[in-house]
Structures are given as C-alpha cells and as structure tokens.
C-alpha cells in the first residue's frame, strides 16, 4: 500500500515545478499569467475534494478504491492532453486542462488519505501512531522527489529536444507512474475499505 501511495504521489508532486515554465516557454504566457495556473489548479483540487466527498459520503456513491483509481486514470488522461496541447502553441486550451488535472488531482487526494486512515487502524493495535507518520513520511518524500525528478527530466530532455516535447515527455511519463499506482490500487486496496460508504473510519 505504502508503494501504491508513493507511486501515485510522485506524479501527483511531479509537475509543480515545470507548469509554470511549461507556460511561459511553450504558451508564451507572461509571469503573471503563469502564476495564475497554479492558483487554476489549486481551484480544481479543492472542488474535486469537494466532489468526491460530497458523492462518497453524502450519497454514498462509490467506494474509496472506486475514487483513487478514477482519481489516477483522470489525472493520466489530463497529463497527456496537457502534452497534446503543446503543439498547438497560442490559443491552447491551457488554463481548462490545468484544472482539470487539479480536480482528478484534488479525486485522487481526498480517497487516498481517506484510505489512509482506514488503514492506520487496520491490524495489531496500538500502531496508528506509526503508520499514521509513515504515511506523512511517504508524502514528504514523495513530493521533494517528484518535484526534483520532474525538473531534472526537463532540464534532460531539453538538451535534445523542443521546449514542448521536453515538457511533454515528462508529462507522458508521469501519466504511466499515475497509470502504474492505479493499476496497484486495484489490486492492494481491501476489497472492504473499497466498498466503505464513507470517507470517515467508523462512521
């Protein structure tokens, strides 16, 4: 499980770094214009936390492996048209991909860390203290690397390739790690956890 969640918050950290240069270089957007993406895709991540809590809890609607692997396929299909979208230069559908990479993200965060909490309590007793801050440790490592692989990678692929396709390559890999943590929630997640109607443990 642990993996299944680093795996996943790699892709999740992996573009914080690179959207807004991705913008400036690839779009030509001014630096206040690519700051504003991030506050796009903060925006998306809240409303699909809010979706995904609301349908989970509220109506009952899906189970939280339902969630994270739906969370992980949007978050995939989002990263490869943020690359498709890179060869169209100005005028791009920009702005509407970034948020809705933020509401597969903001899907995929709040199931992962309602699983999360099921699980801390799953087991020998006395041990959710532990799993509890491996998870938060899980999450820190995740997001330092995610972020310094993904500006690597840039900074890589731009020695032998376009601005576009530098970005787009990382963008593509990080939709197959997104692919690769779904396929393993698939299959790690309890099949009871999975089914859980709410996304609060012992309700």
Request: charged letters at 10%.
């Amino acid at each position: 499980m642990f993996k299944k969640y680093i795996t996943a918050l790699k892709s999740y950290f992996m573009q914080e770094l690179i959207l807004e240069p991705y913008a400036g270089l690839v779009f030509a957007f001014t630096p206040g214009q690519s700051t504003s993406l991030s506050g796009a895709q903060s925006g998306g991540v809240f409303v699909g936390m809010l979706c995904v809590g609301i349908l989970a809890t509220g109506f009952k609607i899906g189970g939280l492996r339902g969630w994270v692997v739906a969370g992980c396929l949007g978050s995939a299909l989002s990263l490869c048209a943020l690359t498709v979208i890179g060869g169209m230069g100005h005028g791009a559908p920009l702005v509407p991909v970034v948020v809705a990479l933020g509401f597969f993200n903001g899907m995929f965060a709040v199931a992962a860390i309602g699983s999360m909490m099921a699980l801390a309590g799953e087991g020998r007793d006395r041990r959710e203290g532990t799993r509890m801050g491996l998870w938060g440790a899980a999450q820190a490592i995740a997001a330092g690397f995610g972020g310094l692989t993904g500006a690597a990678l840039v900074d890589v692929s731009r020695l032998s390739f376009s601005d576009a396709q530098a970005f787009g390559a990382v963008f593509v890999f990080e939709a197959a790690l997104f692919l690769a943590a779904a396929v393993m929630a698939a299959k790690i997640m309890d099949r009871r956890i999975a089914t859980a109607p709410t996304l609060i443990p012992g309700e």
